[in-house]
């Protein structure tokens, strides 16, 4: 199992990013998808998650009204896009997935990629 996260970098703060988060080794249609954060110095904290057909999502109130969860099943890969962002959101981003929705624990997780944002 391969979950490939990508879409990181180097953004001025107000900028948008677009993560993506490829699985492979998986039937991905049938794991739930979340996005978690870990900036330098803070534990890992939950940032978002989207069922496994996409029906349902979840986002943490700090990135909410700037974030969206998404997925393409077909192409066995999810995405979670932020705007507006700020120097606070700078941290390695992981995705990761689980067979349940609301376990609260994932099976299976990327590697990260990671988000600095420049004031």
């Known amino acids: 199992v391969q979950l490939q996260a990508s879409g990181g970098g180097l953004v001025q703060a107000g900028g948008s990013l677009r993560l993506s988060c490829a699985a492979s080794?998986?039937?991905?249609?049938?794991?739930?998808m979340g996005w978690f954060r870990q900036a330098p110095g803070k534990e890992r904290e939950f940032v978002a998650r989207i069922g496994a057909r996409g029906d349902v999502t979840n986002i943490a109130d700090s990135v909410k009204s700037r974030s969206t969860i998404s997925r393409d099943n077909a192409k066995n890969t999810g995405y979670l896009q932020m705007n507006s962002l700020k120097p606070e959101d700078t941290a390695v981003y992981y995705c990761a997935v689980d067979r349940s929705y609301y376990r609260g624990e994932y099976e299976y997780w990327g590697q990260g990629t990671e988000v600095t944002v420049s004031s």
């Open positions: 080794g998986i039937t991905f249609s049938s794991y739930h």
